[in-house]
């Protein structure tokens, strides 16, 4: 059976959605959660697993407005993982949406791709 999470967006953490079924992966708003390692625990937990199964593609669309440093070290962690399992045979797209007044977000995302060989990186700019 299919993986599904939902979370709710909060004032500190953002929304996430897993699709397991479509091969899907979405997290959108702001995270400053004191405690990250464990909001995201579900989702990481769910990562590895789906990243080590024989899957054919996985898309992310990370649409962050504001996250602290510690969320920045796990979403970095992520697309690690993401890149490091990514091969001709299983196709990772990540697309890092923002807005064009995001600086912040904008850097972000060109300072990740720059260290990730095997994903298709999109930075959406709107």
Known sequence: ??????????????????DEEKGYMKIEGESFHENV??????V?????TYL???????????????FNSSTAKLLFNILISMDDNASDE???TV?????????????CGEDFQEELENVEFNLVIK
């Open 95 to 107: 697309n890092w949406i923002t807005n064009s007044d995001n600086d912040i977000i904008i850097e």
């Open 90 to 92: 299983k196709k990772v």
């Open 52 to 66: 080590e199964s024989d899957f054919e593609s996985l898309t992310f669309d990370c649409a962050m407005e504001y």
């Open 1 to 18: 059976m299919a993986v599904r999470i939902e979370k709710e967006r909060t004032g500190s953490t953002p929304y996430i959605l897993i």
């Open 44 to 48: 990481n937990e769910w990562l590895d």
């Open 37 to 42: 390692i464990a909001f995201f625990a579900d």
